[in-house]
């Protein structure tokens, strides 16, 4: 399994900006997707989640500004991002959790990673 997220960007305060993140290969199931964040000196926090039935969380400081859907037949999910801030400067990393069924037939949900966006945010 693979997560493929969008490259980075540099988008001045206030602007815009949308990632997404596509699962593919030996999946059975996609259930939570979402996006962590890292900044420099920081630890990776938990910016947007989303289940397979749409419920989402978000943490307080994007609430009303980032927005997380998901597209579940192709195994995608989209953060937008508005208002951004220079705060909002990180590493984005997408995450997912995917069910695989593996040999004999047995199926077992792994958490994935994609390989991280920076997002840069001029002030």
């Known amino acids: 399994v693979q997560l493929q997220a969008s490259g980075e960007a540099l ?3 206030g602007g815009s900006l949308r990632l997404s993140c596509h ?3 030996n999946i059975f199931s996609v259930n939570d997707m979402g ?3 890292q900044a420099p000196g920081n630890e990776r926090d938990m910016v947007a989640t989303i289940g397979r ?3 989402t969380t978000y943490t ?3 609430k009303g500004r980032f927005t997380i859907t998901r597209d579940n037949a192709k195994n995608t999910a ?3 991002m508005n208002s951004l801030k220079p705060e909002d400067t ?12 593996g040999p004999g037939g047995v199926f077992r949900p ?4 994609g390989q991280g966006t920076l997002v840069t945010v001029s002030s």
């Open 11 to 13: 988008v001045q305060a």
């Open 35 to 37: 996006w962590y964040r």
């Open 78 to 80: 989209y953060l937008q």
């Open 53 to 55: 039935g749409s419920t």
């Open 110 to 113: 792994e958490t994935y990673w």
């Open 90 to 101: 990180a590493v984005y990393y997408c995450h997912a959790l995917v069910w695989t069924m």
């Open 23 to 25: 699962a593919s290969g």
């Open 60 to 62: 307080d400081s994007v």
